[in-house]
């Protein structure tokens, strides 16, 4: 995948994690154009025990390294291996707008990694 694909990516990445910060209440309401609130406020969905939606934060980050929801600290630290491979700034070194965008994506990935392993790290203890 080129550069200007990766940031495609993470741009769809971005904007999917917006719309999933939305309130559920929100969300159904757009889809079917009704309100599916109850009498106190809360969503029909919200009700239900032992329901947990994913982290936006984490699910960006998951999409930032082109993972699926919930991957092993293992399968965390070869996605950013593998991409940094791919879009690492010193292969761009010719041209500086492509060295500037690389470098972003390369800082991006890191965080990722170093956010979702420590998170998983904590999980484990």
Same mark, same amino acid.
């Given at each position: 995948m $080129?550069?200007?694909? *990766?940031?495609?990516?993470?741009? /769809? $990445?971005?904007?999917?994690? *917006? %719309?999933?910060?939305?309130?559920?209440?929100?969300? !159904?309401?757009?889809?079917t154009? @009704?309100?599916?609130?109850?009498?106190?406020?809360?969503?029909?969905?919200?009700?239900? /025990?032992? %329901?947990? $939606?994913p982290?936006? !934060?984490?699910?960006?980050?998951?999409?930032?390294?082109?993972?699926?929801?919930?991957?092993? %600290?293992?399968v965390? /630290?070869?996605? &950013?291996?593998?991409?940094?491979? @791919?879009?690492?700034?010193?292969?761009?070194?010719a041209?500086?707008?492509?060295? &500037?965008t690389?470098?972003?994506?390369?800082?991006?990935?890191n965080? !990722?990694?170093?956010?979702? %392993? $420590?998170?998983?790290? *904590?999980?484990? @203890?």
């Amino acid at each position: 995948m $080129s550069i200007l694909g *990766r940031v495609g990516a993470l741009l /769809r $990445s971005e904007l999917a994690a *917006r %719309v999933s910060r939305r309130p559920a209440a929100h969300r !159904a309401q757009r889809q079917t154009g @009704r309100d599916d609130t109850g009498s106190n406020g809360e969503t029909a969905t919200a009700g239900r /025990r032992g %329901v947990s $939606s994913p982290d936006p !934060a984490l699910t960006r980050y998951y999409a930032n390294l082109e993972l699926p929801y919930g991957a092993s %600290v293992d399968v965390v /630290r070869e996605a &950013r291996r593998r991409l940094l491979k @791919r879009c690492h700034p010193d292969l761009h070194s010719a041209d500086p707008e492509k060295q &500037r965008t690389a470098t972003q994506l390369a800082q991006g990935l890191n965080h !990722a990694h170093d956010e979702l %392993v $420590s998170h998983l790290e *904590r999980k484990q @203890r």
